[in-house]
């Protein structure tokens, strides 16, 4: 993909004339090829939604069975249609597509919309026919969108470049939410809800297989356009990290919300694993970190997307993870209760002055705690109090976020509610959500109203809890981790190993003196060497795929010298395919830490872990991640947010353990990693950390490079 979202094409004389993403959503002119008479054809909607949608520029369908369509004048071919013409919809079957992409370029075309399917989601044939594709696209000058696509909606200049027919009902494109996607039909659902709950996409796009233009290079522009508070993204795969984090950034930097449905993440997660890090860490660990570290919100699931597309659209995000719940229902309250904790959200105690100033209002009977009910009684009187109440709820310093909760409020009760919680909400900058546990069409104009103000409405109290959760900043530890025996054991290949020790010594990072020895006459010098003050050693079998040594009876602790010789013939016997025996001296005892850093790949920086170490590291599951390059403050973040950071500041009276020491070490490994684009994995495991001064000590290093 050529990353070309802000290329511009000269004008007359030499002046700057718009860009290629301005001519694709707001053309001059766009040529219907392969335009269709048969108006029962969904092919033939775009050519009608254009020519009766008011598109100001020129429609020109191109097809020779016909000399008029659609009212419009019709031309056998591209080479005659006047121009401009700066998009293109290719209504063609696959294998006209090539030619067609060649001839929009001879038109001057900026850009092709490629519907057809028949290309790589076929098989290697159809792969075959999108290479050409992309070819033809790049040797004629001209972008091109798909295929395996449904195109372009983008209102704000009436252009409807597309044949779903979720867009077949008037769309005015005011939500000021954009969408782009991968899957046509997952974008077609979106653009259908958005409308059924009065949300208007200001834009929508379809990528289809993405063979050139991508998600991201979409967004990149769309979150630069006015019209466009909020851009709602549905990916399926994310080939190039780097283009991800640029749209994040960009989105970031133009003061855009950004929404992220990824879908597949599961089945990535599930990949082989060498290493403890691997075996615990899923595949999309540096997509959440650099999501993360931009304020992108990520869902999982489409009306969660939706529904947080809508909370942000002008509305303030939450400061903090401290939600309050005020509800009609004591039981609703409950189970609000429970699925925010399962989000890592905090229902905080409410402060006293709050709970007085409730009183004068909730009936007795209710509940001033949080969540607070104020019982279905507070509707018998003729003032509008529930809107007071939640703004009084919202002035506590303690609460980031309010989550409403209706029973059957119906009708035009409904609707008085919906309006004085709309008032009361625009007054604070407390971000509110409602769940509504009654039905739609009792409810529909107080929904209505309450989306009007920006408050996002639902009808589960688990979807709304997600939601709340993922709007939040993230929690203090968010670091996924797989499912205890997701990962796959091992690779079917054993990967390429690198010299570990060597890299250590050239990072600076403190090892054992160790020996390697190969033969039995070989040991006990080498033991005598390294026994020291202690008089033992300790002895690790070094073969061919064996990364575990431990689990595999491959590791001998204090092993006097005397002894030395017959644990290597042990070991010898014990372990396949010996090569070696490593002889290490002891190192004194001390609190032992899990470091790893996953190597860049497919545009992803590497990712920083570390956690509780030693044989049982698996089942801690005491691990924190980070982006490299880290800094020592960030690495000494980390730590904070392991549980056993207490084990490192000195639990009940223990000393404190070299933390200055942990925090050089994740900061020089992250380093070294970076410079080496080989390095598919690096671990030690354990990192011995001995008492403040003492500094640390690497065990075992593993350390496998790409083939």
Not at 2 to 29: L, N, Q, S, V
Not at 154 to 162: G, K, N, S
Not at 503 to 528: H, K, N, W, Y
Request: charged residues 20%; aromatic residues 4%; negative net charge.
């Amino acid at each position: 993909m050529t990353d070309t979202a802000g290329a511009t094409r000269p004008g007359p004389a030499g002046t700057p004339g718009p860009t290629d993403w301005e001519r694709m959503f707001r053309p001059r002119g766009v040529a219907v090829l392969g335009a269709t008479g048969r108006p029962d054809s969904p092919m033939a909607r775009p050519l009608r939604w254009l020519a009766e949608r008011g598109f100001a520029g020129a429609v020109r369908p191109v097809n020779p069975k016909y000399d008029e369509l659609a009212g419009l004048p019709c031309f056998p071919s591209l080479a005659d249609v006047p121009g401009p013409v700066d998009l293109v919809l290719a209504m063609v079957p696959a294998p006209h597509a090539e030619a067609a992409v060649r001839e929009a370029g001879a038109a001057g075309a900026a850009a092709v919309v490629v519907f057809a399917s028949g290309f790589a989601e076929t098989g290697p044939e159809g792969a075959d026919l999108q290479h050409a594709l992309v070819r033809a696209g790049r040797e004629s000058g001209v972008r091109v969108l798909g295929p395996n696509c449904q195109g372009v909606i983008y209102p704000p200049a009436r252009l409807f470049a597309t044949f779903t027919a979720a867009a077949d009902r008037p769309l005015t494109g005011t939500s000021g939410i954009a969408y782009a996607g991968q899957s046509g039909a997952v974008g077609g659902s979106v653009l259908d809800l958005a409308a059924e709950q009065g949300l208007d996409l200001t834009a929508w796009v379809s990528t289809g297989n993405q063979a050139d233009v991508d998600v991201a290079e979409v967004g990149r522009f769309l979150v630069r356009q006015p019209e466009v508070s909020v851009l709602a993204v549905y990916l399926e795969a994310v080939q190039d990290g780097a283009a991800y984090a640029r749209l994040a950034a960009e989105a970031a930097a133009s003061g855009t919300a950004l929404v992220v449905l990824r879908s597949g993440r599961s089945e990535s997660g599930r990949r082989a694993a060498v290493s403890h890090t691997g075996a615990m860490l899923g595949d999309d660990t540096a997509f959440r970190l650099v999501s993360h570290r931009h304020g992108v919100v990520l869902v999982d699931d489409v009306d969660e997307l939706l529904a947080a597309a809508t909370a942000l659209r002008g509305g303030p995000r939450p400061r903090g993870r401290r939600i309050a719940a005020v509800t009609t229902s004591g039981g609703a309250g409950i189970l609000a209760a429970d699925r925010c904790e399962s989000t890592a959200l905090e229902l905080p105690g409410l402060a006293p002055e709050t709970r007085a100033k409730l009183a004068r209002v909730v009936p007795e009977f209710g509940a001033l705690a949080n969540p607070v009910d104020v019982t279905a009684q507070l509707f018998n009187r003729d003032d509008r109090a529930f809107g007071d109440v939640c703004s009084i709820v919202c002035a506590d310093p303690s609460v980031d976020a309010l989550m409403v909760l209706l029973t059957m409020v119906v009708g035009d009760q409904a609707t008085d509610l919906a309006e004085d919680l709309a008032g009361a909400m625009a007054g604070t900058d407390v971000p509110c959500s409602v769940v509504w546990l009654a039905a739609a069409d009792r409810t529909t104009e107080a929904r209505a109203t309450l989306r009007r103000a920006g408050i996002p409405v639902f009808s589960s109290i688990a979807v709304a809890a997600r939601v709340a959760g993922a709007l939040a900043p993230p929690a203090t530890a968010d670091t996924p981790l797989l499912p205890a025996g997701d990962a796959v054991p091992g690779p079917a290949h054993r990967p390429p190993r690198t010299d570990g020790w060597a890299l250590l010594r050239r990072t600076g990072v403190p090892a054992p003196a160790s020996a390697e020895v190969r033969r039995r006459d070989e040991v006990l010098p080498a033991a005598r060497d390294l026994a020291g003050a202690v008089g033992t050693v300790v002895m690790k079998a070094v073969a061919p795929g064996l990364e575990h040594k431990t689990d595999a009876g491959g590791v001998r602790l204090g092993v006097p010298v005397a002894s030395a010789a017959d644990v290597f013939d042990e070991l010898s016997a014990r372990v396949p395919e010996l090569e070696a025996v490593l002889v290490q001296e002891a190192v004194p005892p001390g609190l032992e830490l899990l470091v790893g850093v996953a190597g860049a790949r497919d545009g992803w920086p590497p990712v920083v872990t570390v956690g509780l170490g030693g044989t049982a590291t698996e089942v801690h599951r005491d691990v924190a991640t980070a982006l490299v390059p880290t800094t020592p403050d960030e690495a000494r973040g980390l730590l904070r947010e392991l549980r056993s950071w207490p084990l490192l500041a000195g639990h009940r009276g223990a000393p404190p353990r070299d933390v200055d020491a942990v925090v050089d070490v994740l900061v020089r490994l992250g380093a070294a990693v970076a410079d080496r684009p080989d390095i598919e994995e690096l671990e030690i495991n354990p990192l011995i950390v001995g008492a403040a001064g003492d500094g640390v000590v690497a065990v075992d290093v593993l350390v496998t490079t790409r083939s």
